[in-house]
Nanobody, 124 residues
């Protein structure tokens, strides 16, 4: 059973940066598409970005486009989310997820495996 562990969250001031990591328990991560999602207090979980297994395709939600960058290092079974110019509205728990399918709509049904999440708080 594939396990995903996120790290890199924390408290940052508006305009700051964080880099999240998602490490998989198995090297088979290289065969799966990876998505990043987030959930703010009192709100539904929403898609942020995703990357295909072969690194050829990435999608970003409009609200992070131009500020966040997703990347992956398959030999290390790790996917990253570089977050720049952070805003208070980026606050939430960030989850990574893995699955065999990926579309630009960030449908959660496409992802079979989920991590426990890492908290990101953007505040002055």
């Amino acid at each position: 059973h594939l396990q995903l562990v996120e790290s890199g969250g924390g408290l940052v001031q508006p305009g700051g940066s964080l880099r999240l990591s998602c490490v998989a328990s198995e090297f088979a991560l290289g065969y799966l598409n990876i998505g990043w999602f987030r959930q703010a207090p009192g709100k539904e979980r929403e898609g942020v970005s995703c990357i295909s297994s072969d690194n050829s395709t990435t999608y970003y939600a409009d609200y992070v486009k131009g500020r966040f960058t997703i990347s992956r290092d398959n030999p290390k079974s790790t996917v990253y989310l570089q977050m720049n110019t952070l805003k208070p509205e980026d606050t939430g728990v960030y989850y990574c997820a893995a699955g065999e399918y990926m579309t630009s709509t960030f449908a959660e049904i496409e992802y079979r495996y989920w991590g426990q999440g890492t908290q990101v708080t953007v505040s002055s």
